[in-house]
């Protein structure tokens, strides 16, 4: 066993300014760290090894007369405060003038004192105590001088989990010594041993007694919010300062979380096995309970929680979290479950409400979205237990419980109860806007949209004015998704124009509210990047409602830039993943959805059957019409789709909102088919008119990618007004993207060849010429050709081509076909 070293402070650093050797005669050094920094070590190294006559005083000593001043005339002073306060800013300014030509040094926990800020006194070199902190090259020659090589990867342990500090990274290294070299136990040991000798510095009043009870109750705490640790350290004097320094010595700081705080690793556990010793655990509940309250009541409860983590705090958590039931909504799911899973036999029945709020609430932050069986078995039960005891319980635990009671197949219901709750003012104002949000959603899925987005708005207002920010981003999802399926457009652009309150940019109903945009406006590329490949994710059971939506959604989606088959399968997995109990509601959605999946993968029979089955003929729900007059005219039957569209249009008085321009672009087809082209071009005119008002694009492709290609080239030769024309430009590039989703075109070699000698001949007398095929040939070839592109003419055909690099970009007259330069035309 190799024989014990003391740790001394390396002298070879980098330091941030010029070190103390350069410290010129009547000149100042700070150097500022908190107790086990090495500053101390750090001067008494520099003294060594100089030949400097030295002083060390302190502001407790008695300063000499001027003439035993001169009598000892050093050539350093040392001085070493303890709260640079103003006793110890007046202690500085006596020493100056009692030696104003020594190099003056000054050993400082808490930086320079702000009353000699004002002061003549100028500090030339200051050494913080990060620049005091090992560095794990310095760690590891340390080692080796002791005896004691330990690798790179050691070393930079060490540091990690010491934070580099001194005190710390010596007694590491002893233990290292003892050891006989380094292995998992050594750092945890040494950092006990740089504990220890930090609690006995506390105990002998060199760190004040106050401030070590800090240290320990942020090590016992693990990490808290930068705020909460302010205020932690604001409870004792000079509790500011000494964090301050902690943190500007990286002793306290981000070890994982941003906007966290917290001690390296094996300080933290070091302190939390001595914390028991040193705090007494009546000091620890009396100093955690105030800050708890303090802290849930400015909405900081994972804060609170941590700093009475601690196991022999648990009666006193409990109490705590009983007391402060209502606000465990703001926590994770999956936390809250896990704290009130040890609640005992017989628990404060606020906390069986808020356990089975965690198991069964999907509102609550970063709950699964689903429930499984013994979720659903939890729940009962604990419910039940709550419901034996409702006598103990308030009106808003009350409410909450009626919330979340459940029918056999876990379908939430909210009763009249719940509803009541929401409308009284006897139910605390941290539970109002969860049980609106709920109803709303309850309402939503009876399609009662009206009721729902009434629910959300006044959530939303309620929860932004209680300082409540995730269920105010929810409210206003959940407001602006019912806005969005609205058949009247102004609602949308009223919503547009408000500021969000919304939080949560990447929640559920965000992403459903993007998909809704991309479709409306064909936003090709956000539309490839939101949906997901079909049968990825599985559907959670609640709140079913908005995932039903989802799915429409996702199925008018995969219309645009999938095929028919992805569709359909799409739509089984999707649907097979939905097994709760649906409301009529929602049963019209999924049936809707079908159908015009149905529809368009050319199975026109099989959704008009659909359609048959759940809604009446005809129906009020002006989608379902709309897709019955689909049908008619992809089955031939225009004369009977124009018939069932004006039945439609005169049973709603006129007022399609939204669905006005769908509705005239069906009847622009059906006119279209039937060679009444004037007819045609003039519904076509009012269709787009309405979608320009409404932004939408999405209409024009609910027909497939062949009507798509005929509506915008007959939309590019109508004498439109401005806004129609920006609109059809927006629909051509959309129909361009559409074209590049389905890569390069298989166009045979003669199709390929035909193509290029198109671009230089505008003849098919001339083309058959070129080729060596009659006229027919050579129009027979074209139609195929022009099938593939999806077009109606050359100059598209042209376009197209370029468009999908099948022939080079427009100004290029190096054009070949076969082997011969093709001239101008």
């Not at 945890?188 to 401030?211: H, M, N």
Request: hydrophobic share 45%; net charge negative.
């Amino acid at each position: 066993m190799r024989q014990a070293v003391a740790p001394r402070h390396a002298l070879e650093r980098v330091l941030p300014g010029p070190d103390l050797a350069h410290l010129a005669p009547g000149e100042l050094a700070l150097l500022s760290g908190p107790f086990g920094s090495g500053k101390s070590t750090y001067v008494s190294q520099w003294l060594a090894a100089s030949e400097h006559r030295f002083l060390w005083w302190t502001p407790s000593r008695a300063l000499p007369n001027a003439a035993d001043a001169r009598e000892l005339a050093p050539d350093v002073l040392v001085l070493r405060l303890s709260d640079a306060d103003e006793r110890d800013a007046q202690f500085v300014l006596d020493c100056r003038r009692l030696w104003p030509d020594a190099r003056m040094v000054v050993l400082s926990p808490y930086g320079w004192p702000n009353v000699l800020h004002d002061s003549d006194l100028r500090v030339e070199v200051a050494v913080t105590a990060r620049g005091l902190c090992f560095t794990p090259e310095q760690t590891a020659a340390w080692a080796l001088e002791c005896g004691v090589p330990i690798t790179d990867a050691q070393a930079e342990e060490i540091v990690v989990e010491s934070g580099g500090y001194a005190i710390a990274v010596g007694a590491v290294i002893q233990e290292t010594v003892e050891a006989d070299g380094f292995d998992e136990s050594v750092c945890a040991r040494g950092c006990d041993r740089g504990v220890a000798e930090l609690a006995t510095a506390a105990s002998a009043g060199i760190v004040p007694w106050a401030l070590w009870e800090l240290f320990l109750m942020s090590a016992d705490a693990g990490e808290l919010t930068v705020g909460a640790m302010e205020e932690l350290w604001s409870t004792a004097l000079h509790g500011p300062e000494g964090l301050r320094a902690m943190r500007n010595a990286g002793f306290i700081g981000e070890q994982g979380r941003a906007g966290y705080l917290g001690l390296p690793g094996a300080i933290r556990e070091a302190c939390r096995r001595r914390i028991s010793t040193d705090l007494p655990q009546a000091r620890r509940a009396e100093v955690g309970v105030a800050l708890a309250d303090s802290f849930a009541a400015a909405g900081r409860l994972d804060d609170a929680l941590a700093v009475l983590r601690s196991p022999e705090l648990a009666e006193v958590r409990l109490d705590f979290t009983a007391r402060h039931w209502a606000r465990l909504h703001e926590l994770p799911a999956g936390q809250v479950r896990a704290q009130l899973t040890h609640a005992g036999p017989n628990p404060d029945p606020r906390l069986l409400v808020a356990h089975a709020r965690a198991i069964c609430d999907v509102l609550q932050r970063d709950h699964p979205g689903h429930l499984t069986r013994l979720d659903r078995e939890r729940a009962t039960l604990l419910l039940d237990q709550a419901g034996r005891r409702i006598d103990q319980l308030d009106d808003t635990a009350r409410a909450v419980l009626a919330s979340l009671m459940t029918d056999e197949r876990g379908r939430r219901r909210i009763n009249e109860a719940g509803e009541d709750a929401v409308a009284g003012g006897d139910v605390s104002w941290l539970v109002r806007p969860a049980l609106a949000i709920q109803n709303g959603v309850v309402a939503l899925g009876d399609g009662r949209s009206g009721a729902a987005g009434d629910y959300f708005a006044a959530a939303a207002h309620e929860a932004q004015s209680s300082g409540l920010p995730r269920l105010a981003g929810m409210a206003d999802d959940l407001r602006v998704l019912v806005e969005r399926l609205q058949d009247d457009p102004l609602p949308v652009h009223r919503a547009a124009a408000l500021p969000s309150s919304s939080a949560s940019g990447g929640s559920q109903v965000a992403r459903l509210i993007r998909l809704i945009s991309a479709v409306e406006t064909l936003d090709v590329p956000v539309l490839q990047e939101v949906l997901v490949r079909p049968g990825d994710v599985p559907i959670p059971d609640e709140p079913v409602v908005l995932h039903v939506m989802q799915i429409y959604v996702q199925v008018l989606a995969l219309m645009v830039v999938g095929s028919s088959r992805t569709t359909l399968a799409h739509l089984d997995v999707a649907s097979s993943a939905v097994t709760v109990e649906l409301s009529t509601f929602e049963s019209a959605i999924l049936t809707l959805t079908r159908a015009t999946a149905l529809a368009h993968a050319g199975e026109t029979s099989a959704a008009w059957t659909l359609l048959a089955e759940t809604f009446p003929n005809p129906a009020s729900h002006g989608d379902v019409e709309l897709l019955r007059t689909q049908i008619l005219i992809a089955q031939g039957r225009d004369d009977e789709a124009l018939r069932r569209l004006d039945d439609a249009v005169h049973r709603s008085g006129g007022q399609l909102g939204r669905k006005g321009a769908w509705a005239h672009m069906l009847r622009s087809v059906a006119y279209r088919h039937l060679g009444d082209h004037e007819e045609s071009n003039r519904s076509l005119t009012v269709a787009i008119m309405a979608a320009a008002r409404s932004h939408l694009l999405f209409p024009f492709a609910r027909m497939g990618r062949s009507e798509l290609t005929a509506v915008v080239a007959q939309a590019q030769r109508l004498d439109l007004d401005a806004s129609s024309r920006a609109l059809v430009e927006q629909l051509t590039a959309a129909h361009d993207a559409l074209r590049r989703t389905r890569g390069l075109v298989p166009l045979s070699e003669r199709e390929a060849v035909l193509l290029r000698a198109l671009v230089g001949i505008d003849s098919v007398r001339r083309l058959g010429r070129e080729l060596h095929v009659s006229p027919n040939t050579v129009k027979t070839q074209l139609r195929n050709l022009y099938r593939k592109l999806e077009v109606s003419s050359r100059a598209e055909a042209l376009r197209v081509g370029r468009l999908m690099r099948l022939i080079p970009p427009e100004g290029d007259d190096a054009v070949v076909a076969g082997n011969e330069r093709l001239g101008p035309l």
